[in-house]
Structure formats: C-alpha cells, structure tokens
T-cell receptor, first 112, second 115 residues
Framework: GENVEQHPSTLSVQEGDSAVIKCTYS??????FPWYKQELGKRPQLIID?????GEKKDQRIAVTLNKTAKHFSLHITETQPEDSAVYFC???????????FGPGTSLSVIP | SAVISQKPSRDICQRGTSLTIQCQVD?????MFWYRQQPGQSLTLIAT?????????ESGFVIDKFPISRPNLTFSTLTVSNLSPEDSSIYLC????????????FGSGTRLTVV
C-alpha cells in the first residue's frame, strides 16, 4: 500500500520568511496530492491540492510542486504569518475519489 | 463544501463497553471514510464506508472491533467495540465530494477517552 513520508517533523521560522515542507510517496499509481492544515483542537482543512498532470500550483502565498518521476512533492509558504502556525499534513491518493493516505505531519511555528 | 455533523464530540467510556459515533452530511456523497488520530499523531484510515455494501477495512483494523454502517448516502456510523485504554483517540469521519475542488471534508471529530 501507499506510504507517505514527510520532513521536517517540526519547523520554526521568523514571520515573513518562507517555509518548505517536503514529502515522498511510494505508490507510483498515486495521482492526487492534497495538503491539509490542522490547527490545535480543530479538524484538518484542505489548503491546496495538486494532480499528477500538473507540476506546480499556486494559490496566493501557498504553492505546491510535484515531481512524479522522483515521487516527491513539496509545500511552499511565502511571507509567513503567525496564523500559519499549525500542523501540516501531506497526503496521497490514486485519484481524488479514492482513500487518502496521510504523511506524519509537520508542526510549523511562525515566530512574530 | 459539504457540512458534516459528527456526534458525540467527546465521551468517556468504561473499559469493555462500546461507543457508536454518528456522521451526518448535508448532501449526498458517494465515499465516506473513518480515520483515527491519536494524540500528536497523523490520521490513520480505519475504513471506507460504501453505501449498500460492506465497509472496506485497512490493514490492522477489523470489522468485529470497528463495525461500520452506511444505510444511505448522507449517514454513517462507526462503533468502537470492547473498549480498552489503547482506543483512546480522536475519531473523524471524512467525505469526498465527487472530485470538486473542495476535496475531502472532515467532521469535527469525536474525542474518546477509555477509563
């Protein structure tokens, strides 16, 4: 089955700096890669996703890149703000209709 | 995106008893999923709940311990049976909204403590 790894497990950045979280996956059949943000005590919320026919996708301060050959995908957050502090999970699925397998998570702290 | 009502939000249960968690969606959805999230950990998929057929369980999860019902396209229940302290966790339901941008939406979760 699919296995998703994620690095780093914790990340601390100064406000205004960029943050990068990297993930790898094992199943070459995976084609859908969502990213979730989970604030303390709250449910995970989808922040961006990317499909295998796209190499990069951007939404304001958030961007995701995908390298299918290397089975790597990454989340980039620019101009970080204290409200970006949360746990971020990468995930993978064969399609956007299939079960989603989550990575272990990255705890991001943005220091004002 | 779909609105999910998950109940109860939290419960404290005695060892050996069972807890049934309900997930109600405000629209018809094809796929519903049940996840477990232990404190400080990631989300682990328990099973996929299919309407009209038996649930599909992930490795390490069995129907006798986690029976699931899916009577229609807007509702599902997860029962955690024969509770032990190791079952203390947050349980979340999730729905897939037919490939729209919204992706997968999660319920607010049920925090279970077994004493």
């Amino acid at each position: 089955g699919e296995n998703v790894e994620q690095h780093p497990s914790t990340l601390s950045v100064q406000e205004g700096d960029s943050a990068v979280i990297k993930c790898t996956y094992s199943d070459s059949a995976s084609n859908y890669f969502p990213w979730y943000k989970q604030e303390l005590g709250k449910r995970p919320q989808l922040i961006i996703d990317i499909r295998s026919n796209v190499g990069e996708k951007k939404d304001q301060r958030i961007a995701v890149t995908l390298n299918k050959t290397a089975k790597h995908f990454s989340l980039h957050i620019t101009e970080t703000q204290p409200e970006d502090s949360a746990v971020y999970f990468c995930a993978a699925a064969q399609t956007s209709y299939d079960k989603v397998i989550f990575g272990p998570g990255t705890s991001l702290s943005v220091i004002p | 995106s779909a609105v999910i009502s998950q109940k109860p939000s939290r419960d404290i249960c005695q060892r050996g008893t069972s807890l049934t968690i309900q997930c109600q969606v405000d629209s018809q959805v094809t796929m519903m999923f049940w996840y477990r999230q232990q404190p400080g950990q990631s989300l682990t998929l328990i099973a996929t709940a299919n309407q009209g057929s038996e649930a599909t369980y992930e490795s390490g999860f069995v129907i006798d311990k986690f029976p699931i019902s899916r009577p229609n396209l807007t509702f599902s229940t997860l029962t955690v049976s024969n509770l032990s302290p190791e079952d203390s966790s947050i349980y979340l339901c999730s729905v897939e909204e037919g490939g729209k941008y919204y992706g997968y939406t999660f319920g607010s979760g049920t925090r279970l403590t077994v004493v």
